[in-house]
């Protein structure tokens, strides 16, 4: 945030004193160090109009011309009920082009899961998920009565200012300059909506702090951490049936590829045992005692 905010700052004032010099510039010799961060840029000959990913409803399908040959298919497509982005990924992630028996391990499923087990289909989509995230809660920013006040400390914001944060930061101090901590604020405020942001993890200590305050210190703690490469359920969720009687060599082989190239099924595997130890194990929240008694409720991370 830091860095970002120095190169508003400094762009700004490059604007309003182009090939000027003062002699602040010329006497003080601080030398200035930003860190680099590597972006991507691209050379295009002639025009290009840059695809909406909000309003073209060929984005996505043309993107993806293996997945989606015939051009149609995408979440704004014309139907009779509407298909947000979100149901549309989520039906397009489990979806199954064929079921195919494996029982001597030597017909290909390349078709098999194709949404699943593409490179890239699913990161395209969670970064856009994000964006979207992040601008729903931007707007929601700006529609505030505050805004405009927002706008007048980003145009105050001076160097030195930014020098002092950045130095707090490092030296892990709290930033005191309470404009860039109203800042501060205001970006966690977007970053809340985005997942895994930092944002977000601010607000599920907030979440531990309100259960601990509500129903007292948790009692037990625990990791649950289950193997993807040797359970069969992950090929019984990927779609993917094969023998009992095969060479444990080639099941677990095969189990292997199949975690290996189908993130999806690997996450429905994990998602289902986490569900399966808290309600059944644990009964967590409900009117049935587990087995270690009764457990009025539980919160769960992710890593």
Not at 35 to 46: D, E, F, L, M, T
Not at 248 to 273: D, E, G, K
């Amino acid at each position: 945030m830091i860095d970002a905010l120095l190169g508003i700052v400094t762009g700004s004032r490059r604007q309003a004193g182009e090939g000027e010099s003062t002699e602040d510039d010329l006497t003080d010799g601080r030398p200035h160090t930003r860190r680099k961060i590597p972006v991507i840029s691209y050379a295009i000959r002639g025009q290009a109009t840059l695809a909406n990913s909000w309003e073209d409803p060929h984005y996505f399908t043309a993107a993806f011309p293996t997945l989606f040959p015939t051009g149609v298919g995408g979440h704004l497509d014309q139907r009779t009920v509407p298909v947000s982005l979100v149901a549309f990924v989520e039906w397009a992630l489990n979806h199954h082009s064929r079921r195919r028996d494996l029982p001597n391990l030597i017909q290909s499923s390349t078709d098999h899961c194709r949404f699943a087990r593409h490179n890239t289909f699913m990161y395209l989509f969670y970064d856009r998920l994000q964006l979207r995230s992040s601008s729903v809660a931007h707007a929601m920013l700006v529609k505030r009565e505050n805004w405009k006040s927002t706008s007048e400390d980003v145009a105050s914001l001076t160097v030195d200012q930014l020098d002092h944060a950045a130095r707090a930061v490092a030296e892990h101090r709290i930033i005191d300059d309470p404009t860039i901590r109203r800042l501060q604020r205001n970006i966690v405020t977007i970053g809340m909506q985005v997942p895994e942001s930092f944002s977000q993890k601010l607000k599920m200590r907030s979440e531990i702090r309100g259960l601990i305050v509500r129903h007292g210190m948790p009692a037990f703690w625990m990791t649950i951490n289950p193997s993807d490469l040797r359970n069969p359920l992950v090929l019984y969720l990927a779609g993917v049936e094969y023998s009992e009687d095969t060479l444990p060599a080639a099941t677990a082989a095969l189990r292997r590829a199949t975690a290996t190239s189908n993130p999806v099924a690997v996450a429905q595997f994990f998602h289902h045992t986490c569900k399966g130890v808290f309600d059944g194990l644990l009964g967590s929240g409900g009117s049935r005692m587990g087995i270690l008694g009764q457990v009025a409720n539980h919160f769960g991370v992710v890593e």
